[in-house]
C-alpha cells in the first residue's frame, strides 16, 4: 500500500484487483485529531475500472484529493 502525505493528511491507496482483471480505485484518508484517528473510506461514485493498478491509484488519490480540499474549505458539511 502506497501512502501520500496531501495538504496534513495521509492519504492510503489500495486500489484492488477485480476477477475481470480490471483495477477498481479505493483509498483511505487517514485523519489524527486529539489522541484519535479516524479512517475515511474513499470509493468512486461511478462503477469504473482501470486497466492497470497505478490508474486507479491515480484516480483515487484524486477523488482523495477533492475530499481533504472540501473538509479544508468547509465543503463536506464541515466548516
Same mark, same amino acid.
Given at each position: ?13 489500495? $486500489?484492488?484487483?477485480? %476477477? @475481470?482483471?480490471?483495477?477498481?480505485? %479505493? ?15 474513499? #470509493?468512486?461514485? %461511478?462503477?469504473? $475500472? #482501470?486497466? @492497470?493498478?497505478?490508474?486507479?491509484? @491515480?484516480?483515487?488519490?484524486?477523488? @482523495? ?12 458539511? %464541515?466548516?
Amino acid at each position: 500500500m502506497r501512502k501520500v502525505s496531501y495538504k496534513g493528511h495521509t492519504i492510503e491507496l489500495a $486500489s484492488a484487483k477485480l %476477477r @475481470s482483471g480490471g483495477w477498481v480505485a %479505493r483509498a483511505t484518508v487517514v485523519i489524527e485529531e486529539e489522541k484519535r484517528t479516524k479512517k475515511i473510506p474513499i #470509493f468512486g461514485r %461511478r462503477r469504473a $475500472s #482501470f486497466d @492497470s493498478k497505478r490508474e486507479a491509484d @491515480s484516480y483515487a488519490l484524486e477523488l @482523495s484529493k477533492l475530499w481533504v480540499d472540501g473538509r479544508i474549505w468547509g465543503g463536506n458539511g %464541515r466548516s
